[in-house]
């Protein structure tokens, strides 16, 4: 599943494409991803002008003149393909909308190109999608506070998110501490691959118990302020080279990320751990459903 860095990424893309563009037309080929499209959700977007792209946790917030905001969220495999004008004239779009025209570049022959948003421009961007756990919300700006998928979102890792704040929600916390870092209400946007990569840098058990992190007047230990620190420095590194290339994993302009050229432990199971002076071997462990890599030698 696309996680921060790579939200990010398509963010940055579709603000250079959508940002001042009027949407003309917008197609739908299903009823449905992993809920079903808003009512009246093209009839409501069509008109609007994209002013400004926000991306909060995983979810992209696109909000337009109408004083609408449209939610994107990618799930497990989707992603929206950018066509300039000049590009879209190599295409026949006079054949019936029911179908892709854009499979070449898409891929799976366009079968899975679930939604086309048009521009005034000529431009169009495609979103596919083959295992349609995508998320597509439609809502006024002013209500955005109380959606029931924003709501929950816990703090933003680069905004005022510190150690004291981590060890506030650390405290009396009895799960593993690599199952807190997953969790979207204690920070956002930290998946699995860059929690193992952080626990690893920071020397961190990912089994260690949570509240363990906490001094006993509720300070956080040295232990976690180096996680806190961490984790913002590989979420960086991550948006810096794009993402990551696992489930091809690509942005707008079809570009894979190379973040996975710089895993540190994720993916190396009875490799040697690259810290320097460890010696030891990375494991592989299940936590909640996702697998963990870690180094028993150095991850204390």
Known sequence: MPELPEVETVKTGLSKAWIGKTV??????????RYPFPDNFAQQLEGQTIT???RRAKYLLIDTDGDLVFLSHLGMSGKYTIFDSQQVSNYDLSGASSDSVFGEKTGFAGR????????????ISVYT???????????HRAEEAIQPLLEVLGPEPFDDWNAQIAADRCRGKRSPIKTTLLDQRFVVGVGNIYACEA????????????AKLVTKNGKPTKALERLVDEVKIVLNKAIAAGGSTLNDFADVEGNLGYFSHHFTIYGREDEPCLKEGCGGTVERIVQSNRSTFWCPRCQK
């Open 112 to 123: 899975h190109d679930h939604m086309e948003i048009r521009f005034t421009d000529g431009s």
């Open 199 to 210: 626990l690893h840098n920071s020397g961190i058990s990912p089994t260690k118990l949570a």
């Open 129 to 139: 999608d083959p295992r349609r756990f995508g998320i597509v919300k439609l809502f």
């Open 24 to 33: 003309s037309k917008v197609i739908l080929r299903r009823p449905n991803l």
């Open 52 to 54: 400004g792209i926000r």
